[in-house]
């Protein structure tokens, strides 16, 4: 899936490197532009092969892209399925092109790859984190600042519920923060909810029909939530407001867990014919004890965030009026702690859990593959998008 590696794609296609989506506009070129012979070209597509240090997927999308307008011209191909996750990150950026002339597509690939040279490459290792867009995306936004990666869920007109191209961006922010400069990585949502989980429609409108549909969305989630399971860095949630479903469940790999007191959190799987995921099946019996974890998991009820401080689900409540000042006062100053100390400490408590977590993150997948497909699931999800049920 996304993850595949520099050397694989280079064997895959040698001249074409392995891409994510990367905006046209936020190429920093190192020259004046000049007009780039073919020769020049060619020579850039044989420099790009000899790159000792992987350029970053951002990058390498950008250098596919280009390559493509310059040698095919404009975008000629049809979109790849939603769960093609590379070839549709591709085609995406080739598509971003639009009709950029082969002959600037040409000098833009040039002038890219001279900007990777070995001498740019250090310069750029230096650069503080300070506030810069990392990621550029609709319902993801990822921002790093003071030492914190910033991941927020934007999508407040459908109270951040999460669909596959986000499923997706996550994947890439967190591969992304495990890399930066920064200290510690953050959650949280834009609006009134932190999240409202996953969103309902992501079945009913991929194509191929529901099977193909819940075959791709167990592959996805695995993924996902491996990417939670493996991150190296301090991952603290500061949930603003209600958490549903997935937000909710994947809290149990979090490190640190602030909530305002308006938030509630509710994992509402039997209503929806549904079981849980992000190994909650697990880390919740172990978190707050066999009893409580199924009242939330099985029967649904949605606690107040008081009642998930009790249960050691959240870290500490804050007064709504207060929450966010406090909450990134404190977080700055924990991201001024001693980086490695904290990966290394993180790495001593997860280490012999993650075996575990690994298996049952599988076996939630495979079993969730089922749920989607029982007339039970698809019930509650065809209620809910016709009105008659809510929450
Ligand atoms: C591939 C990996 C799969 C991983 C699986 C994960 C399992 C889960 O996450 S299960 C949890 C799924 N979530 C839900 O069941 C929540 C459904 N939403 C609601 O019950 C309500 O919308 C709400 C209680 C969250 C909010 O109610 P409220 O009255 O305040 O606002 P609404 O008018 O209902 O919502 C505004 C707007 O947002 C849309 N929306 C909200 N949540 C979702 C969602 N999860 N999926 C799709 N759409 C959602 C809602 O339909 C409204 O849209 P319109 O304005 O267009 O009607």
């Known amino acids: 899936m996304a993850a595949v590696t520099w050397r694989v794609v280079r064997r895959w296609c040698p001249s074409l490197p392995q891409v994510f989506r990367f905006p046209v506009a936020q190429v920093h070129l190192g020259r004046p532009k000049m007009r780039a012979s073919q020769q020049d070209f060619e020579n850039a597509v044989n420099q790009v092969k000899l790159l000792k240090k992987d350029p970053g997927n951002q990058v390498k999308l950008q250098l596919y892209a280009l390559y493509k307008q310059a040698t095919d011209g404009p975008c000629n191909v049809s979109k790849p399925g939603v769960f093609d ?3 549709k990150a591709k085609w995406e950026a080739w598509n971003a092109l639009g009709s950029l002339p082969k002959e600037t597509a040409r000098q833009n690939y040039v002038d890219l790859v001279s900007s990777l040279s070995p001498s740019s490459e ?18 993801i936004v990822v921002t790093s600042e003071d030492g914190i990666t910033k991941i927020m869920f934007n999508r407040p007109p459908k109270k951040n519920a999460i669909t596959f191209q ?4 996550i994947i890439l922010a967190l591969k992304n923060a495990s890399t930066d400069n920064s200290a510690i990585t953050v959650f949280t949502g834009a609006g009134d909810y932190y999240c409202s989980g996953n969103d309902l429609t992501n079945f009913t409108s991929a194509s191929g029909g529901m099977e193909k549909a819940a075959e791709g969305g167990a592959v996805l989630l695995r993924e996902f939530v491996n990417s939670f399971i493996d991150f190296p860095k301090p991952l603290v949630a500061v949930v603003n407001g209600p958490a ?35 190994c909650s099946s697990y880390t919740f019996p172990k978190i707050m004890g066999s009893a409580k974890a199924t009242e939330m998991l099985l029967f649904g009820k949605k606690l107040t965030a008081r009642e998930a401080c009790a249960q050691g689900l959240v870290t500490e409540v804050f007064p709504d009026s207060t929450f966010k000042k406090e909450i990134w006062t404190r977080l700055k100053a924990y991201a001024k702690l001693p980086p ?6 993180k ?16 076996e ?25 049920s809510k929450l």
Not at 125 to 130: F, L, P, T
Not at 347 to 357: D, P, S, V
């Open 122 to 139: 250090a310069s750029n290792q230096g650069k503080s984190g300070a506030d810069v867009k990392v990621q550029e995306s609709k319902d």
């Open 340 to 345: 490695n100390s904290m990966r290394i400490s």
């Open 166 to 169: 986000m499923y997706q961006d």
């Open 347 to 362: 790495q001593l408590i997860r280490k012999n859990e993650k075996e575990k977590l690994h298996a049952v993150n599988a």
């Open 244 to 278: 549903v479903g997935i937000s909710v469940t994947l809290l149990g790999l979090f490190d640190a867990v602030y909530a305002s007191d308006k938030a509630t959190f509710h994992t509402p799987f039997s209503h929806l014919g549904q079981s849980p995921e992000a």
């Open 85 to 87: 996750l590379v070839n």
């Open 364 to 388: 939630e997948c495979s079993t969730l593959k089922e749920r989607w497909l029982s007339e039970e699931c698809i019930n509650a999800i065809m209620s809910f998008l016709s009105r008659k």
